[in-house]
């Protein structure tokens, strides 16, 4: 069964830019979850989408937004690029009838602005 | 405000002994704590759970034990291996299965072979 799937990988962008980044959950999963992972710092919750509705999000700016698609993958958008965007950003996702809290993530988006 | 805290940005042990891998939290409403692990270039990965009702869950070489009173958790691995070197995430929320989950900064552990 295939995981939790991110792309891009790696991407650069430039300053006022925007970023979109996407993921694909567990087949099963209604439940996607974005986290950003800045140096020294721990992951950081941004976004939470079930059933295709934003449920929760962390203390991010209004420039970070995302959607949730019929078929359960998300995209994270980030309009307006400052440098202090630079992190890893991992998503994760849950569902089905074991709600143990366990989130399964991705391996990440590195973005990096400069 | 970081509400769950891991002191110890990094550890090292050798093969065969124990590793000790800490976790504070401020927030007295947490009742569910995990713990994650990450390799270089993956995603962190589910390692073990623990429930405020218990003090203590054990997989394997893998034990948790968490201090309500003192709002602390720590994770053992006994014996270290040298594919235990990772970055240990310790991660908290308010109920089992909620949707929001507190993570810490990490600790990167070293097994020295």
């Known amino acids: 069964e295939a995981g939790v799937t991110q792309s891009p990988t790696h991407l650069i962008k430039t300053r006022g830019q925007q970023a979109t980044l996407r993921c694909s959950p567990i087949?099963?999963?209604?439940?996607v979850y974005w986290y950003q992972q800045a140096l020294g710092l721990g992951l950081q919750f941004l976004l939470w989408y079930d059933e295709g509705e934003e449920r929760n999000r962390g203390n991010f700016p209004p420039r970070f937004s995302g959607r949730q698609f019929p078929n359960y993958s998300s995209e994270l958008n980030v309009n307006a690029l400052e440098l202090e965007d630079s992190a890893l950003y991992l998503c994760?996702?849950?569902?089905?009838?074991?709600?143990?809290?366990?989130?399964?993530f991705g391996e990440g988006s590195r973005l990096t602005v400069l | 405000d970081q509400q769950v805290k891991q002191n110890s940005p990094s550890l090292s042990v050798q093969e065969g002994r124990i590793s000790i891998l800490n976790c504070d939290y401020t927030n007295s409403m947490f009742d569910y704590f995990l713990w994650y692990k990450k390799y270089p270039a993956e995603g962190p990965t589910f390692l073990i759970s623990?429930?405020?009702?218990?003090d203590k869950n054990e997989d394997g070489r893998f034990t948790v034990f968490l201090n309500k009173s003192a709002k602390h958790l720590s994770l053992h691995i006994v014996p270290s291996q040298p594919g235990d070197s990772a970055v240990y995430f310790c991660a908290a929320s308010v109920q089992t299965g909620a949707n929001n989950l507190f993570f810490g900064t990490g600790t990167r552990l070293t097994v020295i072979p």
């Open positions: 087949s099963g999963h209604t439940s």
């Open positions: 623990i429930s405020s009702i218990k």
């Open positions: 994760a996702s849950r569902g089905g009838p074991s709600n143990t809290g366990e989130l399964f």
